[in-house]
């Protein structure tokens, strides 16, 4: 059995923009979810979309259509952390 896991989307939009943002996100019915992860020194938020397995394609044609409307920029996706594997336990 093959695992999967969300994809992940990096976008920046302005600190103004968030709202439209997500109502626009939220009239697309579970298309993706988005957390904040902050604010730089010019306001621009950086946000991080997660989406499902197979649902890429979607979301990239909705933000092409939403960049019509508000000013938004798909960031590159930094590497995932590597994660140690925990030790085995040792059998006495």
């Known amino acids: 059995m093959t695992q999967t896991y969300s994809e992940r ?3 920046r939009v302005q600190r103004a923009d968030v ?3 997500r109502f626009s996100l939220e009239a697309q019915d579970g298309l993706a979810l988005f957390t904040s992860l902050g604010a730089d020194s010019e306001g621009r938020m950086t946000l991080l979309l997660r989406l499902a397995p197979g649902a890429r394609r979607a979301v990239l044609h909705w933000l092409a259509e939403l ?7 798909v960031l590159p996706i930094p ?4 994660r140690p594997l925990a030790p ?5």
């Open 67 to 73: 960049g019509k409307e508000l000013p938004l920029t």
């Open 88 to 92: 085995k336990p040792q059998s006495s």
């Open 19 to 21: 709202a439209f943002f």
């Open 79 to 82: 590497p995932r952390p590597s």
């Open 9 to 11: 989307l990096y976008l």
